[in-house]
Protein backbone atom coordinates (compact mmCIF):
# COMPACT_ATOMS: atom_id res chain seq x y z
CA UNK A 1 0.00 0.00 0.00
CA UNK A 2 1.39 3.04 -1.45
CA UNK A 3 -0.54 7.08 0.10
CA UNK A 4 2.48 8.87 -2.05
CA UNK A 5 2.43 10.27 -5.13
CA UNK A 6 5.31 9.20 -7.99
CA UNK A 7 7.69 11.19 -9.25
CA UNK A 8 5.57 12.47 -12.06
CA UNK A 9 2.80 12.66 -9.82
CA UNK A 10 4.39 14.98 -7.14
CA UNK A 11 5.94 17.30 -10.08
CA UNK A 12 2.66 18.10 -11.64
CA UNK A 13 1.91 19.00 -8.15
CA UNK A 14 4.58 21.70 -7.56
CA UNK A 15 4.56 22.49 -10.91
CA UNK A 16 0.75 23.86 -9.96
CA UNK A 17 0.92 24.49 -6.92
CA UNK A 18 3.88 27.49 -7.99
CA UNK A 19 1.21 28.43 -10.91
CA UNK A 20 -1.55 28.98 -8.16
CA UNK A 21 0.93 31.06 -6.19
CA UNK A 22 1.79 33.25 -9.11
CA UNK A 23 -1.11 33.42 -11.10
CA UNK A 24 -4.50 32.99 -9.89
CA UNK A 25 -3.97 33.59 -5.92
CA UNK A 26 -3.18 37.14 -6.19
CA UNK A 27 -6.28 38.15 -8.09
CA UNK A 28 -8.61 35.57 -6.31
CA UNK A 29 -10.22 38.22 -3.72
CA UNK A 30 -10.55 40.88 -6.94
CA UNK A 31 -12.91 38.51 -8.73
CA UNK A 32 -15.41 38.03 -6.17
CA UNK A 33 -17.89 39.76 -8.17
CA UNK A 34 -20.79 39.34 -10.53
CA UNK A 35 -18.61 39.03 -13.71
CA UNK A 36 -16.73 36.00 -16.02
CA UNK A 37 -14.12 34.79 -15.06
CA UNK A 38 -11.28 35.98 -17.02
CA UNK A 39 -10.76 33.89 -20.52
CA UNK A 40 -7.56 34.53 -20.10
CA UNK A 41 -7.15 32.27 -16.99
CA UNK A 42 -9.01 29.53 -19.38
CA UNK A 43 -6.91 29.83 -21.77
CA UNK A 44 -4.00 29.40 -18.98
CA UNK A 45 -5.37 25.70 -17.86
CA UNK A 46 -5.78 25.22 -21.43
CA UNK A 47 -1.96 25.53 -22.15
CA UNK A 48 -0.94 23.85 -19.00
CA UNK A 49 -2.74 21.01 -20.21
CA UNK A 50 -5.91 21.14 -17.74
CA UNK A 51 -9.00 21.40 -19.54
CA UNK A 52 -10.54 17.83 -20.37
CA UNK A 53 -6.65 15.83 -19.34
CA UNK A 54 -7.91 12.38 -19.63
CA UNK A 55 -8.81 12.89 -23.25
CA UNK A 56 -6.37 10.38 -25.47
CA UNK A 57 -3.48 12.85 -27.25
CA UNK A 58 -5.18 12.28 -30.56
CA UNK A 59 -7.68 14.07 -29.29
CA UNK A 60 -5.99 17.17 -27.72
CA UNK A 61 -5.81 15.36 -24.24
CA UNK A 62 -3.17 14.26 -22.00
CA UNK A 63 -4.24 10.45 -21.45
CA UNK A 64 -4.04 11.71 -18.00
CA UNK A 65 -4.94 9.28 -14.69
CA UNK A 66 -7.69 10.26 -12.56
CA UNK A 67 -5.26 10.43 -9.47
CA UNK A 68 -3.45 12.88 -11.33
CA UNK A 69 -6.86 15.29 -12.32
CA UNK A 70 -7.32 14.91 -8.60
CA UNK A 71 -4.28 16.58 -7.75
CA UNK A 72 -5.03 19.59 -10.59
CA UNK A 73 -8.09 20.19 -8.71
CA UNK A 74 -6.37 20.29 -5.25
CA UNK A 75 -3.43 22.87 -6.33
CA UNK A 76 -5.67 25.03 -8.34
CA UNK A 77 -8.94 25.18 -5.87
CA UNK A 78 -6.05 26.43 -3.24
CA UNK A 79 -4.86 29.32 -5.21
CA UNK A 80 -8.22 30.66 -6.82
CA UNK A 81 -11.47 28.15 -5.83
CA UNK A 82 -13.60 29.15 -8.65
CA UNK A 83 -10.43 28.54 -11.68
CA UNK A 84 -10.70 24.66 -10.00
CA UNK A 85 -14.32 24.74 -12.07
CA UNK A 86 -13.19 25.00 -15.17
CA UNK A 87 -11.13 21.84 -14.33
CA UNK A 88 -14.15 20.47 -12.92
CA UNK A 89 -16.86 20.78 -16.04
CA UNK A 90 -13.92 20.37 -18.65
CA UNK A 91 -13.13 16.89 -17.54
CA UNK A 92 -16.93 15.81 -16.86
CA UNK A 93 -17.87 16.65 -20.40
CA UNK A 94 -14.93 15.61 -21.52
CA UNK A 95 -14.73 12.51 -20.29
CA UNK A 96 -18.90 12.12 -21.50
CA UNK A 97 -17.38 12.58 -25.37
CA UNK A 98 -14.53 10.59 -24.73
CA UNK A 99 -16.17 7.92 -23.77
CA UNK A 100 -19.89 7.61 -26.15
CA UNK A 101 -18.83 10.63 -28.92
CA UNK A 102 -18.23 8.80 -32.00
CA UNK A 103 -14.97 9.75 -33.61
CA UNK A 104 -15.59 12.13 -35.88
CA UNK A 105 -17.42 14.10 -32.77
CA UNK A 106 -14.06 13.22 -30.80
CA UNK A 107 -12.01 15.12 -33.15
CA UNK A 108 -14.52 18.26 -33.44
CA UNK A 109 -15.54 18.65 -30.00
CA UNK A 110 -12.35 17.87 -27.72
CA UNK A 111 -9.32 19.88 -29.47
CA UNK A 112 -11.13 23.16 -28.49
CA UNK A 113 -12.20 22.09 -25.15
CA UNK A 114 -8.72 20.64 -24.13
CA UNK A 115 -6.56 23.72 -25.43
CA UNK A 116 -9.07 25.85 -23.01
CA UNK A 117 -10.74 27.83 -26.14
CA UNK A 118 -14.28 26.55 -25.02
CA UNK A 119 -15.70 27.01 -22.17
CA UNK A 120 -18.01 24.03 -21.98
CA UNK A 121 -21.16 23.62 -19.43
CA UNK A 122 -23.65 20.26 -18.31
CA UNK A 123 -27.05 21.52 -18.37
CA UNK A 124 -29.07 18.90 -16.56
CA UNK A 125 -30.77 20.44 -13.22
CA UNK A 126 -34.53 22.18 -13.88
CA UNK A 127 -36.66 23.89 -11.77
CA UNK A 128 -38.35 21.28 -9.54
CA UNK A 129 -36.60 18.34 -11.18
CA UNK A 130 -33.61 19.10 -9.90
CA UNK A 131 -30.95 16.43 -11.35
CA UNK A 132 -33.29 13.81 -10.93
CA UNK A 133 -33.41 12.34 -14.92
CA UNK A 134 -36.94 11.14 -14.52
CA UNK A 135 -38.15 14.62 -14.46
CA UNK A 136 -36.04 15.88 -17.44
CA UNK A 137 -38.90 18.29 -19.26
CA UNK A 138 -36.81 19.76 -21.74
CA UNK A 139 -37.58 18.59 -24.69
CA UNK A 140 -35.64 17.68 -27.99
CA UNK A 141 -38.11 17.11 -31.10
CA UNK A 142 -37.02 15.48 -33.99
CA UNK A 143 -36.88 16.76 -37.49
CA UNK A 144 -35.74 15.17 -40.01
CA UNK A 145 -31.53 15.20 -39.64
CA UNK A 146 -31.80 18.03 -36.29
CA UNK A 147 -34.08 18.44 -33.21
CA UNK A 148 -35.75 21.05 -31.94
CA UNK A 149 -35.01 21.69 -27.97
CA UNK A 150 -37.28 23.81 -25.80
CA UNK A 151 -37.52 24.02 -22.10
CA UNK A 152 -35.17 25.75 -19.11
CA UNK A 153 -32.02 24.07 -17.50
CA UNK A 154 -31.43 26.35 -14.14
CA UNK A 155 -28.49 26.62 -11.47
CA UNK A 156 -25.47 25.46 -14.54
CA UNK A 157 -22.51 26.40 -13.85
CA UNK A 158 -21.22 28.99 -16.49
CA UNK A 159 -24.60 29.81 -17.55
CA UNK A 160 -23.43 33.33 -18.39
CA UNK A 161 -20.88 32.60 -20.25
CA UNK A 162 -20.50 29.02 -21.58
CA UNK A 163 -19.66 28.20 -25.05
CA UNK A 164 -21.32 24.61 -25.60
CA UNK A 165 -22.97 22.63 -23.02
CA UNK A 166 -23.80 18.88 -22.76
CA UNK A 167 -27.82 19.27 -22.43
CA UNK A 168 -29.94 16.62 -20.99
CA UNK A 169 -33.51 16.46 -23.17
CA UNK A 170 -36.16 14.59 -23.55
CA UNK A 171 -36.73 12.67 -26.65
CA UNK A 172 -38.95 9.52 -25.48
CA UNK A 173 -42.41 9.99 -23.71
CA UNK A 174 -42.24 11.61 -19.74
CA UNK A 175 -43.53 7.79 -18.28
CA UNK A 176 -40.26 6.73 -19.89
CA UNK A 177 -38.39 8.18 -17.47
CA UNK A 178 -34.61 8.36 -17.41
CA UNK A 179 -34.77 6.38 -20.85
CA UNK A 180 -36.59 8.70 -22.58
CA UNK A 181 -33.72 11.53 -22.00
CA UNK A 182 -31.01 12.20 -24.61
CA UNK A 183 -27.23 14.05 -24.41
CA UNK A 184 -26.89 16.74 -27.04
CA UNK A 185 -23.76 19.30 -27.57
CA UNK A 186 -25.36 22.20 -27.47
CA UNK A 187 -23.68 25.57 -29.53
CA UNK A 188 -24.93 28.25 -26.96
CA UNK A 189 -24.27 31.14 -29.29
CA UNK A 190 -27.08 29.44 -31.53
CA UNK A 191 -30.17 31.07 -32.00
CA UNK A 192 -33.07 31.02 -29.53
CA UNK A 193 -30.28 30.79 -26.62
CA UNK A 194 -30.75 33.25 -23.97
CA UNK A 195 -28.95 33.42 -20.10
CA UNK A 196 -30.32 34.84 -16.71
CA UNK A 197 -27.26 34.87 -14.36
CA UNK A 198 -28.09 34.60 -10.94
CA UNK A 199 -26.42 36.52 -8.41
CA UNK A 200 -24.93 34.37 -5.33
CA UNK A 201 -23.67 34.55 -1.70
CA UNK A 202 -20.34 33.09 -3.54
CA UNK A 203 -18.37 31.42 -6.79
CA UNK A 204 -19.43 34.76 -8.10
CA UNK A 205 -17.23 34.19 -10.85
CA UNK A 206 -18.78 30.91 -12.38
CA UNK A 207 -21.68 32.42 -13.74
CA UNK A 208 -24.60 29.96 -12.41
CA UNK A 209 -27.44 30.78 -13.89
CA UNK A 210 -30.63 29.77 -15.94
CA UNK A 211 -30.55 28.28 -19.94
CA UNK A 212 -33.31 28.97 -21.80
CA UNK A 213 -33.77 27.27 -25.06
CA UNK A 214 -36.59 28.53 -27.77
CA UNK A 215 -36.83 26.75 -30.33
CA UNK A 216 -33.22 25.49 -30.48
CA UNK A 217 -32.54 23.53 -34.08
CA UNK A 218 -29.59 21.20 -33.28
CA UNK A 219 -28.30 18.80 -36.10
CA UNK A 220 -28.52 15.25 -34.89
CA UNK A 221 -24.78 13.96 -35.67
CA UNK A 222 -24.35 16.53 -32.12
CA UNK A 223 -26.69 13.91 -29.82
CA UNK A 224 -23.95 12.32 -27.74
CA UNK A 225 -24.78 8.18 -27.70
CA UNK A 226 -28.10 6.35 -28.90
CA UNK A 227 -31.20 8.35 -28.74
CA UNK A 228 -33.08 7.58 -25.08
CA UNK A 229 -29.38 7.01 -23.67
CA UNK A 230 -28.71 10.61 -21.71
CA UNK A 231 -28.66 9.42 -18.40
CA UNK A 232 -28.85 5.55 -18.43
CA UNK A 233 -25.41 5.43 -20.75
CA UNK A 234 -23.83 8.27 -20.94
CA UNK A 235 -24.20 9.58 -17.26
CA UNK A 236 -22.96 6.12 -16.02
CA UNK A 237 -19.53 5.92 -14.68
CA UNK A 238 -18.87 9.82 -14.42
CA UNK A 239 -19.50 9.92 -10.81
CA UNK A 240 -16.08 10.41 -10.14
CA UNK A 241 -16.44 13.90 -10.56
CA UNK A 242 -17.60 13.98 -7.15
CA UNK A 243 -14.21 13.38 -5.83
CA UNK A 244 -12.93 16.27 -8.07
CA UNK A 245 -15.67 18.30 -5.81
CA UNK A 246 -14.24 17.23 -2.64
CA UNK A 247 -10.67 17.64 -3.72
CA UNK A 248 -11.53 21.58 -4.70
CA UNK A 249 -13.33 21.68 -1.59
CA UNK A 250 -10.16 20.21 0.97
CA UNK A 251 -7.98 22.71 -1.35
CA UNK A 252 -9.78 25.72 -0.18
CA UNK A 253 -10.04 24.49 3.68
CA UNK A 254 -5.91 23.24 3.66
CA UNK A 255 -4.65 26.86 2.14
CA UNK A 256 -6.89 28.56 5.16
CA UNK A 257 -5.58 26.29 7.31
CA UNK A 258 -1.77 26.60 6.57
CA UNK A 259 -2.42 30.57 7.02
CA UNK A 260 -3.97 30.28 9.74
CA UNK A 261 -1.33 28.34 11.64
CA UNK A 262 1.03 30.95 10.56
CA UNK A 263 -1.29 34.27 12.40
CA UNK A 264 -1.96 32.06 15.37
CA UNK A 265 1.89 31.50 15.29
CA UNK A 266 3.09 29.91 19.03
CA UNK A 267 -0.81 29.53 20.38
CA UNK A 268 -1.94 26.04 20.93
CA UNK A 269 -4.67 25.30 18.49
CA UNK A 270 -6.75 22.03 18.93
CA UNK A 271 -9.17 23.88 16.21
CA UNK A 272 -6.53 23.49 13.49
CA UNK A 273 -5.47 20.43 15.34
CA UNK A 274 -8.29 18.77 14.52
CA UNK A 275 -9.01 20.34 11.10
CA UNK A 276 -5.66 19.38 9.91
CA UNK A 277 -6.72 15.58 11.20
CA UNK A 278 -9.97 15.85 9.64
CA UNK A 279 -9.23 17.26 6.28
CA UNK A 280 -6.21 14.46 5.53
CA UNK A 281 -8.80 11.58 6.25
CA UNK A 282 -11.51 13.09 3.81
CA UNK A 283 -8.52 14.13 1.43
CA UNK A 284 -7.43 10.14 1.43
CA UNK A 285 -11.11 9.16 0.51
CA UNK A 286 -11.07 11.05 -2.24
CA UNK A 287 -7.42 9.96 -3.74
CA UNK A 288 -8.74 6.76 -3.20
CA UNK A 289 -11.83 7.33 -4.95
CA UNK A 290 -9.76 8.14 -8.45
CA UNK A 291 -7.51 5.69 -7.56
CA UNK A 292 -9.93 2.75 -7.50
CA UNK A 293 -11.42 5.09 -10.95
CA UNK A 294 -8.06 4.80 -12.58
CA UNK A 295 -7.98 0.65 -11.47
CA UNK A 296 -11.29 0.24 -13.26
CA UNK A 297 -12.85 -0.81 -10.14
CA UNK A 298 -16.39 0.40 -8.54
CA UNK A 299 -15.91 3.84 -6.63
CA UNK A 300 -19.52 5.23 -6.77
CA UNK A 301 -20.34 4.75 -3.08
CA UNK A 302 -16.30 6.41 -2.27
CA UNK A 303 -16.88 9.06 -4.27
CA UNK A 304 -20.59 9.41 -2.88
CA UNK A 305 -19.23 9.92 0.59
CA UNK A 306 -16.25 11.91 -0.33
CA UNK A 307 -18.79 14.43 -1.90
CA UNK A 308 -21.12 14.65 1.01
CA UNK A 309 -18.16 15.06 3.69
CA UNK A 310 -15.23 17.08 2.27
CA UNK A 311 -17.50 20.25 0.97
CA UNK A 312 -19.36 19.76 4.61
CA UNK A 313 -16.01 19.78 5.99
CA UNK A 314 -14.37 22.17 3.99
CA UNK A 315 -17.15 24.48 4.96
CA UNK A 316 -16.54 24.16 8.92
CA UNK A 317 -12.66 24.58 8.72
CA UNK A 318 -13.24 27.74 7.08
CA UNK A 319 -15.59 29.02 9.57
CA UNK A 320 -12.67 28.27 11.66
CA UNK A 321 -10.54 29.71 10.57
CA UNK A 322 -12.57 32.66 10.17
CA UNK A 323 -13.02 32.90 13.71
CA UNK A 324 -9.35 32.29 14.92
CA UNK A 325 -8.43 35.57 12.59
CA UNK A 326 -11.20 37.40 15.11
CA UNK A 327 -12.09 40.41 14.16
CA UNK A 328 -9.93 40.71 11.32
CA UNK A 329 -11.10 37.66 10.36
CA UNK A 330 -15.06 39.33 10.20
CA UNK A 331 -13.64 41.58 7.41
CA UNK A 332 -13.41 41.62 3.87
CA UNK A 333 -10.05 42.26 3.84
CA UNK A 334 -9.31 38.04 4.07
CA UNK A 335 -9.67 35.48 1.85
CA UNK A 336 -11.57 32.83 4.54
CA UNK A 337 -14.92 34.40 4.60
CA UNK A 338 -14.71 33.82 0.63
CA UNK A 339 -13.48 30.65 0.47
CA UNK A 340 -16.75 30.13 2.96
CA UNK A 341 -19.25 31.33 0.68
CA UNK A 342 -17.78 29.36 -2.51
CA UNK A 343 -17.45 25.97 -0.82
CA UNK A 344 -20.67 26.29 0.53
CA UNK A 345 -21.90 26.12 -3.19
CA UNK A 346 -20.89 22.46 -3.12
CA UNK A 347 -22.96 21.46 -0.42
CA UNK A 348 -25.44 22.10 -2.67
CA UNK A 349 -24.45 21.66 -5.99
CA UNK A 350 -24.01 17.92 -7.74
CA UNK A 351 -26.43 16.43 -5.28
CA UNK A 352 -26.72 17.32 -1.60
CA UNK A 353 -25.38 15.82 1.55
CA UNK A 354 -28.48 14.04 2.06
CA UNK A 355 -28.74 12.53 -2.00
CA UNK A 356 -25.14 10.98 -1.28
CA UNK A 357 -25.65 9.42 1.64
CA UNK A 358 -28.50 8.04 0.21
CA UNK A 359 -25.98 6.92 -2.53
CA UNK A 360 -23.96 5.32 0.14
CA UNK A 361 -26.41 3.44 1.73
CA UNK A 362 -28.15 2.10 -1.44
CA UNK A 363 -24.75 0.68 -2.50
CA UNK A 364 -23.43 -0.88 0.74
CA UNK A 365 -26.66 -2.62 1.43
CA UNK A 366 -26.86 -3.71 -1.34
CA UNK A 367 -22.89 -4.94 -1.30
CA UNK A 368 -24.17 -6.85 1.99
CA UNK A 369 -27.16 -8.06 0.14
CA UNK A 370 -25.15 -9.55 -2.39
CA UNK A 371 -22.26 -10.98 0.07
CA UNK A 372 -20.07 -8.69 -0.88
Known sequence: MDFAFDSEQELLRQTLADFAVRELAPHYMERDADQDLPREIVRKLGELGLCAPMAEPQHGGQGLGYVSLGIAHEEIARGDFNAAYVLLLSALVGAIISSHGSEHQKQAMLPPICRGECVPALAVTEPGGGSDAA???????????????????????????????????????????????????????????????????????????????????????????????????????????????????????????????????????????????????ARLLCYEALWLKDQGKQHGWVAAGAKWWAPELAAQVLHQCLLLHGHLGFSLDLPHQQRMRDVIGLEIGDGTAQIMKLLVAREIIGQLARGY
Open 135 to 281: HVKLAARREGDTYMLDGEKTSISFASWADTALVMARTGSYEAGARGVSAFYVDLHSPGVTRNRFRDLGSRAIGRGQLFFDSVRVAAEARIGEEGAGFVEVMQGFDFSRALIGLMCIGAAQQSVEETCKYVAARVSFPLAEAAVKLRA
